[in-house]
């Protein structure tokens, strides 16, 4: 049992670096002339394995809220000189990956039903901004109004970390 646990993880692990690799290219060859065709690129990363024990929708399932948490997350790294410093950073000089986060928070803001995705991208400690996340500035940042600011907060109530649980509370 401990061995097909450990071949999970390892293969979740894969996948997450995959997904990584993609949203990485993909977010490093972004420009306004080809801003069309690397969104729906970002929007459709996708990890295809050949495998005879399960189908491609299988798979799709599996790696479908893992690879969505891992490019929000990469997003929000992206784009934290612009959300927390008020500047681009060298990574997105044209605010394009920004405007990406800010169009994907969006959506997960007006579907509470996807709103866990978001805390679980936070749940983690690296890369650094998201040790002391900065909520309310996040949502400013990102625009967000009253109601989806309050459908993201409710989501980290469900939090295992405590500091967002608590940012999560003063902004309901």
């Known amino acids: 049992m401990d061995a097909d646990r450990r071949r999970q993880n390892d293969a979740s692990l894969s996948r997450a670096n995959i ?3 993609q949203v990485i290219f993909l977010c490093s060859t972004l420009t306004e002339e080809n801003w069309e065709d690397k969104l729906q690129e970002l929007k459709k990363v996708q ?10 929708r299988q798979l799709e ?4 809220s893992e690879a969505y948490v891992t490019k929000i997350r ?19 000089p044209t605010g394009l990956v920004f405007r990406i986060l800010v169009d994907e928070i969006k959506t997960i803001a ?23 996340f900065d909520f309310e500035r996040f949502c400013e940042h990102i625009g967000l109004d009253a109601l989806e600011k309050s459908v993201l907060a409710l989501s980290l109530l469900e939090s295992p970390k405590s500091d967002l649980q608590q940012k999560g509370m003063r902004s309901c």
């Open 110 to 132: 007006s579907k509470p039903s996807l709103a866990s995705r978001f805390q679980v991208a936070l749940n983690t400690e690296q890369p650094q901004v998201f040790r002391n």
């Open 61 to 64: 399932e599996e790696s479908g």
């Open 19 to 21: 997904v990584r690799a």
């Open 74 to 92: 990469k997003f929000i790294d992206t784009s934290s000189p612009r959300l927390f410093q008020g500047n681009n950073g060298p990574q997105d």
């Open 47 to 56: 990890i295809v394995f050949v495998s005879r024990a399960k189908t491609n």
